[in-house]
């Protein structure tokens, strides 16, 4: 089977290509660029692939709540003009998104289900959100998967690497570190999520599944998590969304159920302090 993935430069894209199994075609912003619609069939066109992988979005939270245009251009009309490029091509379209299109229930205290109401409380979520739909809406047989606080040995390029990373980097650097205590869900590790993602694919899965690294956690527990695991002496202090003063809102609690993963036949990843130190690992064997 030949499948695509868009997005192969990224941090989860890279883990994904290599778990992929037939023949990978790694697209990059060069080969379709979601940005500018007119490249997109055309790309399609040329690699018909039978599944196309879209790990590509536009993804600082913060900086799209002043450019909603950009956000939206990339992580809605860019993939409604994807999923109907696929649709002409006959590929099936596996999408990813995110944990951001929940938040609006502050209340929530249990894992959210795929039937669960979405509810964004930032440009990026509600940007995500419409990419979901228009995703579904070309296909019932496309697949879109949600997941959660992504950290990869390859970095967010974007980004600029990932929180493990920047804990570290700040901590080795002798620096305080103020962490939010009061935003749960479930970092998760990207060599997981693609084995579960490749899995999906395998068992032919359509529709909204989650996955995510197993339980839950704060940010601030995981940056404790780290330190313990790591052997770094760190001045940790926890504190709220309000005290860190994002430019963006993020979900209260946004902590998904893999249950549906479970069912269609895929082994849910392990838990998030289980998959942390398996990152750990990997990240002192990374080749230079
Ligand atoms: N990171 C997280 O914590 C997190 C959490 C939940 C869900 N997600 C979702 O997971 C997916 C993968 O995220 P990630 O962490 O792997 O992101 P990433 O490392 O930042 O990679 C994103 C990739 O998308 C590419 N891209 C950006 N704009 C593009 C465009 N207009 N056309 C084509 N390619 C474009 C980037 O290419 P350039 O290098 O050229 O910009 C980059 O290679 C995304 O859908 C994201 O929304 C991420």
């Known amino acids: 089977m030949r499948i695509a ?4 430069a990224g941090q989860l894209g890279r883990d994904l290509v290599p778990r992929l199994a037939g023949e990978v075609l790694p697209l990059t912003r060069a080969d379709l660029d979601l940005a500018r619609p007119e490249t997109i069939a055309p790309a399609l066109d040329r690699v018909r692939p039978a599944v196309l992988v879209n790990c590509a979005a536009f993804n600082f939270v913060d900086k799209a709540e002043a450019e909603p245009d950009a956000a939206f251009a990339v992580n809605a009309w ?6 109907r ?9 596996v999408h990813v998104s995110t944990d951001y299109v929940f938040g609006l229930d502050a209340a929530r205290t249990t894992p959210l289900a795929e039937d669960d109401p979405p509810g964004p409380v930032s440009v ?38 990932n929180f493990v990373e920047t804990m570290l980097r700040v901590a080795g650097q002798g620096k305080p570190l103020r962490v939010v205590h009061d935003q749960r869900c ?11 993602i490749a899995g999906l694919i395998r068992a032919g899965a359509s529709g909204l ?8 956690c704060s940010w601030y527990e995981f940056a404790a998590e780290i330190f313990r695991q790591a052997g770094v002496a760190a001045d940790l202090t926890p504190i709220t969304s309000g005290e ?11 902590v998904l159920s893999n249950a549906r993963l479970v069912a269609a036949g895929v082994p ?15 990240r002192r064997n990374k080749p230079a």
């Not at 993935?5 to 192969?8: D, E, F, N, Q, R």
């Open 5 to 8: 993935v868009l997005g192969a």
């Open 78 to 83: 860019g993939v409604r003009e994807l999923a």
């Open 85 to 93: 490029a696929c649709r002409s091509a006959g590929t099936k379209l």
């Open 124 to 161: 990026y979520g509600l940007s995500k959100l419409a990419g979901e739909y228009v995703a579904r809406a070309a296909d019932p047989a496309n697949l879109v998967v949600r997941t959660c606080g992504l950290y990869g040995v390859w970095g967010s390029g974007g980004k600029g690497g």
């Open 186 to 196: 479930t970092p998760t590790y990207t060599a997981d999520l693609a084995d579960a």
């Open 209 to 216: 599944v989650h996955v995510t690294s197993g339980g839950d």
């Open 244 to 254: 860190f003063g994002a430019a963006a809102r993020r979900p209260g609690y946004s």
């Open 268 to 282: 849910a990843p392990r838990p998030w302090p289980e998959a942390l130190a398996a990152y750990l690992a990997e």
